[in-house]
């Protein structure tokens, strides 16, 4: 199996982030972000500042940067700074300090004195529950609310007063950070032919999209270049602060600008994961079948109202079967920092609150927890008539209870020596989706090919995928293809976000391989070229006719072309109007409690998952472990605590918990394979987003069995283990 | 004021404020940007370099202080010749995004040098948010099989 293409570029500090960058002439920006939650900048005293050594520029809402509100057809509105005096949350960016080294910009930055007229600070979601509003209707135009009813059912509250066991329970969840390991950051260079922007994002060119809007620049004069991105998950889909604060910066100062923001501002000035709140009931016959699931979702978002986590929508409507289902979204706009869409949005909460809800019904029936699941396995989602195109959780449960030794689980764990040890398992979905892609290809003389998308590569593994299935598609090896990618210049495709990468630029690599071959064999058959004329074919690279072999290079170079090329797209089409998409999976995990101290330690850990044809098994193994880590840091570590004031309590990788490598066991990962070309010519679904999604359900209902307490908020501390 | 810094077997004659660290220094003013700042306090270990041969975290480390040598993960190869456990980091794919990656090398070859026996423990200051955990640790244990058998 291939390596990862670019490992030797990353283990020898080669690769080169956007804020390794630096240029003759460059100066450095320093965020001043503000210190109150809710209210209006009366005034800002930039006089010592501007007066700091070093100092080339004071800027904020009194003296402002060229910038306007970005609008792109993906993302819609994404906000920018210092265009007006009012603050929505505590941390917000107000301004920026430029000066000759880092150093004197963050010195001066700290000499900025602000004042405020304050106004209270809504910051409680708990609180605001009682006066949320509803939800917009999603993309698609589903309303927020929604329920489907069997014939003759009056309402879901009839049919839970129907049902032989009801369980009936409030799960929350925890305002989290995407923490990716590098900041966001960004290097602006501006020359003759427009702006440079270096900067990690999830798709260049919708990074270089939303910077040509926000700088009221022709678009093609605005090239975003990504080759390296330190971790993304969802925080680095919308263009940043910094990148948007950079580039109207060395603008206006004509000269290199650098900003790089401070990892206590990457919790502020970026966005967040919405705290969830999220009361489930489920009615079942007595043999385990639903009757009725009833999951009401309210979550946190900001004042702007623009992301909503979509908890219900993402989990209960399609999940299991049942007849009668009723789900709602409603949203608490606070005074936080902005939240948007971070490692399966809606699904990875969303799943804490129904899998921990099934096991709690599994235990009401006094039935098998996987039993339960499989007896409500649905073959399309509730009210639906579209049939999920490949769906194997079956399976997915039955190796993986195998392989966990679920067989010898107890309903009530067991004891080794000063540990109770539980396990627990929960169901993984999440949607199979694909985003518009166009890949070129190209054909060179020298027998090699390039495979080329602009996109981004955040940790995923797209650019070693594109190598691979450019290869296959070319029918040529993996050696042979250079893929590129992380640069807007490219031709538009590969945006690294919604688990879709690798089938929507697989998809458009297939459409451009067949095109360029096409190309290639016209070329070949052409008056004056070495098959003029005949009936000509095309396999492991070569071009076949009347017992006559050349590599494409070798007609390349026999007709005088250095290279042909060609590109091909392809987006979600007919195949929406024929069945449901989704990746499926299940989750074991094991844990040990301590009798005394109640320290919870997550011993062992299986994913088996189907998630169509797995284009490379290691790197997929290893993006699977990643998201399985991520459950169980959401069950066990990560909670941003917001203070009434606003601020954020742990906004710091000191006090924000992520799991590090002392936490963390031998992780099992393992694929059923059925390749899903009912969704894509590819055959793959996504896997980014879908390991996150029930693990820590299974880790709350490993802590239940271990314990018997059933704690129905994320993340579970030592405290609620306590007697 | 005038500081001189070895860094990967070469001197390097630099101004810096008393206030820049080695991690400033190196990255900002000599263009050696291997060891990355995820954190600037000493919370992630994305900065970790070896001075005199031990691991330290660069971001706390003021420049004017380091009288002895610097060696970092872009002076760990010999051409293009891996250094063990960088090659052992790609065999086992112990990285993804790759930005902790220089911290997490330069920290696994001081675990190996100083024959550690809790690997997990002691990589524990370098926080790895694509979570390759499992990942290192094999990596670790390839590269000390690889130690062993020279």
Known sequence: ?723 | MDISLEVNGRVEELSVDPGVTLLDALRERLGITGAKKGCDRGQCGACTVHVDGRPVLSCLTLAATVRRPVRTVDGLSAGDQLHPVQQAFVDQDALQCGFCTSGQIMSAVAAIEQGVEDVREFMSGNICRCAAYPNIVAAIEQARRADASL
């Open chain 1, 1 to 723: 199996m291939a390596s990862r293409l670019d490992g030797p570029l990353k283990v020898t500090g080669r690769a080169t982030y956007g804020a390794d960058n630096n240029f003759p002439g460059m100066v450095y920006g320093y965020v001043v972000v503000s210190t109150i939650a809710n209210g209006e900048i009366e005034a800002l005293d930039a006089t010592a500042a501007k007066s700091a050594p070093g100092v080339i520029g004071v800027y904020s809402p009194f003296d402002p940067l060229d910038l306007r509100t970005a609008r792109t057809p993906m993302f819609g509105e994404t906000w920018v700074p210092l265009q007006n005096r009012e603050v929505a949350y505590y941390g917000q960016p107000i301004g920026l300090v430029v000066a000759r080294t880092f150093e004197q910009a963050r010195d001066a930055a700290m000499a900025v004195e602000v004042s405020y007229v304050r106004r209270p600070a809504l910051t409680s979601l708990a609180e605001g529950v009682a006066t949320a509003e509803d939800a917009p209707p999603g993309r698609d135009g589903t309303p927020s609310s929604l329920s489907v009813l069997a014939s003759g059912v009056e309402s879901i509250e009839a049919a839970l007063a129907a049902s032989p066991v009801v369980v009936e329970a409030t799960y929350t969840t925890a305002t989290q950070n995407h923490a990716a390991m590098e900041p966001h950051s960004a290097v602006a260079v501006w020359d003759a032919d427009g702006l440079t922007m270096y900067s990690g994002n999830q798709g260049a060119n919708i990074q270089a999209m939303e910077l040509a809007s926000a700088l009221d620049c022709e678009p093609s004069t605005v090239r975003s270049v990504n080759p390296f991105v330190g971790g993304a998950f969802g925080g680095k889909g919308r263009t940043s602060v910094a990148a948007f604060l950079a580039a109207a910066a060395a603008r206006a100062l004509d000269r290199p600008v650098k900003v790089v923001l401070s990892r206590e501002q990457v919790f502020t000035a970026t966005a967040t994961r919405a705290a969830t709140v999220q009361a489930m009931a489920l009615g079942a016959a007595r043999d385990g079948s639903l009757i009725a699931v009833r999951h009401d979702s309210w979550c946190s978002t900001a004042m702007d109202r623009s992301f909503v986590e979509p908890t219900s929508h993402g989990t209960s409507r399609e999940w299991y079967a049942t007849e009668n289902l009723a789900i709602s979204q409603k949203m608490v706009p606070l005074n936080i920092p902005p939240t948007t869409f971070m490692r399966a949005p809606g699904e990875a909460p969303g799943s804490f609150a129904l899998e921990s809800a099934v096991d709690e019904l599994a235990i009401a029936l006094d039935m098998d927890p996987i039993q339960l699941r499989l007896r409500n396995d649905s073959t399309a989602p509730p009210g639906k008539d579209l049939l999920w195109s490949s769906k194997h959780l079956d399976e997915c449960f039955q190796l993986g209870a195998a392989r966990f030794g679920w067989a010898h689980r107890s309903p009530h764990g067991r004891t080794e020596g000063d540990w109770l040890v539980g396990i627990g398992t929960a169901t993984a979905m999440f949607p199979a989706i694909r985003f518009p892609a166009t890949v070129g290809v190209t054909l060179r003389a020298d027998d090699t090919a390039v495979v080329a998308t602009s996109g981004a590569d955040p940790g995923t593994g797209l650019l070693t995928v594109l190598s691979l299935v450019g290869a296959e598609s070319l029918d040529i090896t993996p050696d042979r293809v250079t893929p590129r990618l992380g640069d807007s210049a490219l031709p538009p495709g590969g945006m690294s976000g919604g688990s879709t990468a690798t089938a929507s630029a697989g998809s458009a690599i297939m459409v451009a391989a067949a095109e360029v071959i096409d190309r290639l064999l016209d070329l070949a058959s052409a008056p004056g070229a070495p098959f003029e004329g005949l009936e000509v074919s095309y396999a492991d690279g070569q071009v076949l006719a009347d017992g006559r072999v050349m590599t494409f290079g070798e007609l390349l170079r026999a007709v005088k072309q250095e290279s042909i090329s060609a590109t091909g797209s392809s987006a979600p089409g007919e195949e929406l109007t024929k069945h449901s998409f989704s990746s499926f999976g299940a989750q074991f995990c094991e844990v040990r409690v301590h009798r005394l101290t109640r320290e919870i330690r997550v011993s062992r850990m299986l994913g088996v998952f189907d998630a169509g044809r797995i284009i490379n098994a290691e790197l997929a193994r290893s993006q699977i472990i990643g998201g399985m880590i991520w459950g169980v840091s959401a069950a066990l570590h990560e909670g941003l605590e917001i203070e009434r004031n606003g601020r954020l309590a742990n906004g710091d990788f000191a006090s924000y918990l992520l799991p590090v490598n002392a936490d963390i066991p031998e992780v099992d990962v393992h694929f059923v394979e059925h390749p899903d070309t009912l969704h894509n010519a590819v055959g793959a679904k996504g896997i980014g987003e879908i390991g996150t999604v029930g693990m820590a359900a299974a880790v709350a209902n490993a802590v239940h069995n271990a314990t018997g307490i059933r704690v129905r908020h994320i993340p579970i501390t030592i405290e609620d283990l306590l007697d």
